[in-house]
């Protein structure tokens, strides 16, 4: 049975999330530079890099670049904005990552894109892989959003129009879960076109917990980023920040 991310990251993500812009991406990676304090040449992991937006900034930034992701077409994109080359781009599972142990200064989950599965042991062997590659003392950054505020803020239908397409989503918290149902119509006829989004609404406790059970240790918590104070209730995010301890080998 295929996985409904094996199915979303498509040509058709392209034009849903056509909104989310490089600049967006660099003042967000200038915020996290910040919390890294990274030196020029740091070896930097973007786990399910997508598009390569933050890889790219990254990249320009100084640091040495490696972005994984499991579609296709997404690193099809990302490799052609890539024009000098800079990036490393690889196609993988991020529950089985082809990179030795030790390997990055840093890696960084970003984008809500954790929570894809069904079973919690299958997002512990995610932070599992995020402790290997790390070096001692590696930093880690995981932006995952916050389940009070998503609960709180959830909008239920939109619908848009993009390209000759209409763009209708339609959102519920449904078993832990947060869900989302994509459906694009050509408005010049064809039959629509339905994808499903799945993401586990992990709280900051049971979050903290499969960290720690890994082995990472979480040093702050951002609500956002423009260094807000993380607010369980308030806060749109959880953004994750810590450390692969020294004494772990």
Not at 34 to 48: N, P, Q
Not at 147 to 174: C, F, H, M, T, W
Not at 212 to 230: A, K, M, R, T
Request: hydrophobic content about 35%; some cysteine.
């Amino acid at each position: 049975m295929t996985e409904w991310y094996e199915e979303s990251f498509g040509e058709d993500y392209l034009l849903v999330y056509k909104h989310r812009d490089a600049q967006g991406a660099a003042h967000e990676v200038q915020k996290m530079a910040s919390w890294l304090r990274l030196w020029a040449g740091a070896k930097v992991l973007d786990l399910c890099c997508g598009m390569g937006r933050h890889s790219l900034a990254l990249s320009e930034a100084g640091y040495h670049v490696t972005g994984i992701d499991l579609s296709d077409v997404l690193l099809r994109e990302a490799r052609q904005l890539d024009q000098d080359k800079a990036v490393t781009w690889i196609a993988s599972d991020m529950r089985h990552l082809p990179v030795e142990d030790h390997e990055f200064d840093a890696v960084l989950n970003l984008f809500t894109s954790f929570g894809y599965f069904t079973r919690d042991e299958e997002h512990i062997k995610v932070l599992q892989q995020i402790c290997r590659v790390l070096k001692p003392d590696g930093q880690f950054i995981i932006d995952f959003l916050n389940p009070a505020y998503v609960e709180q803020n959830l909008v239920p239908e939109s619908s848009r129009e993009s390209k000759g397409q209409r763009i209708d989503e339609r959102r519920k918290i449904e078993n832990g879960y947060v869900k989302k149902e994509i459906i694009i119509t050509d408005l010049n006829g064809g039959e629509p076109r339905h994808y499903n989004e799945r993401v586990k609404l992990y709280t900051y406790d049971a979050f903290k917990s499969m960290v720690e059970e890994v082995g990472l240790c979480i040093e702050q918590v951002h609500g956002s980023y423009d260094d807000e104070e993380y607010d369980p209730e308030t806060s749109p995010r959880m953004i994750f920040f810590g450390r692969r301890p020294v004494e772990q080998r």
